[in-house]
């Protein structure tokens, strides 16, 4: 091989390789371009307000300050007055509108979206998740019990206090869901948990 071939050989090789590098760095987006995007996800997820509702009042939860208006909290940071979840620790005076009722183990919380409450001495305390998730049903949800006589509890565990039990056959709706468990509507009124693994799909049976 000659010295001409070697050189050319090599020059196709650097210029493919540049061409590489070039084509990489024009599809990658650059370190600023992603922090970009990624500030434009996080201002998305984030309400901005430039001024307080009338009304507001200001209460300290946990040394930080929130003010406080219509039920909804807000807390200033750089960015200005951000709406904010109600804190851990905060106590309102009344429960949201459409709030689900949960009792785990003989505990009663309520829910609303992702926050959770619990009774307290003037009124409610917004409390941590309970360890079980509870979710809201769908509303066309009916199951029908597969065990000749399945005990209802007051929550979502084997140790929740049993308040009822069902017959086989007996056509429920689901209120609500956690992991193995149903909340039903009962025949007689009221509504308890069962387990999931002794009902089927009433459309089936």
């Given at each position: 091989?000659?010295?001409?071939?070697?050189?050319?050989?090599?020059?196709?090789?650097?210029?493919?390789?540049?061409?590489?590098?070039?084509?990489?760095?024009?599809?990658?987006?650059?370190?600023?371009?992603?922090n970009?995007?990624?500030?434009?996800a996080?201002?998305?997820?984030?309400?901005?307000?430039?001024?307080?509702?009338?009304?507001?009042?200001?209460?300290?939860?946990?040394?930080?300050?929130?003010?406080?208006?219509?039920?909804?909290?807000?807390?200033r940071?750089?960015?200005?007055?951000?709406?904010?979840?109600?804190p851990?620790?905060?106590?309102?005076?009344?429960?949201?509108?459409?709030?689900?009722?949960?009792?785990?183990?003989?505990?009663?919380y309520?829910?609303?979206?992702?926050?959770?409450?619990?009774?307290?001495?003037?009124?409610?305390?917004?409390?941590?998740?309970?360890?079980?998730?509870?979710?809201?049903?769908r509303?066309?949800?009916?199951?029908?019990?597969?065990?000749?006589?399945?005990?209802?509890?007051?929550?979502?565990?084997?140790?929740?206090?049993?308040?009822?039990?069902?017959?086989?056959?007996?056509?429920l709706?689901?209120?609500?869901?956690?992991?193995?468990?149903?909340?039903?509507?009962?025949?007689?009124?009221?509504?308890?948990?069962?387990?999931?693994?002794?009902?089927?799909?009433?459309?089936?049976?």
């Amino acid at each position: 091989m000659n010295r001409t071939t070697t050189t050319r050989r090599f020059s196709r090789s650097a210029l493919a390789l540049l061409l590489g590098i070039g084509l990489v760095l024009t599809a990658a987006p650059s370190w600023a371009e992603r922090n970009e995007r990624s500030d434009h996800a996080d201002r998305r997820q984030v309400t901005v307000v430039k001024r307080l509702p009338a009304g507001h009042r200001t209460v300290r939860v946990h040394d930080i300050d929130y003010a406080v208006a219509d039920g909804r909290y807000y807390r200033r940071e750089a960015a200005g007055l951000v709406l904010v979840p109600p804190p851990i620790g905060a106590v309102v005076l009344n429960l949201p509108a459409g709030r689900l009722s949960i009792n785990l183990g003989g505990v009663a919380y309520f829910r609303s979206g992702d926050v959770y409450f619990r009774a307290a001495r003037h009124g409610y305390e917004v409390v941590a998740p309970p360890p079980v998730q509870i979710r809201a049903a769908r509303d066309d949800l009916r199951i029908v019990v597969r065990a000749a006589l399945l005990n209802v509890h007051s929550g979502p565990a084997r140790n929740a206090v049993v308040i009822n039990q069902v017959h086989s056959g007996s056509r429920l709706v689901v209120t609500a869901q956690a992991p193995g468990w149903y909340r039903v509507r009962l025949p007689g009124g009221g509504q308890g948990w069962i387990m999931s693994k002794y009902a089927g799909s009433a459309a089936a049976g």
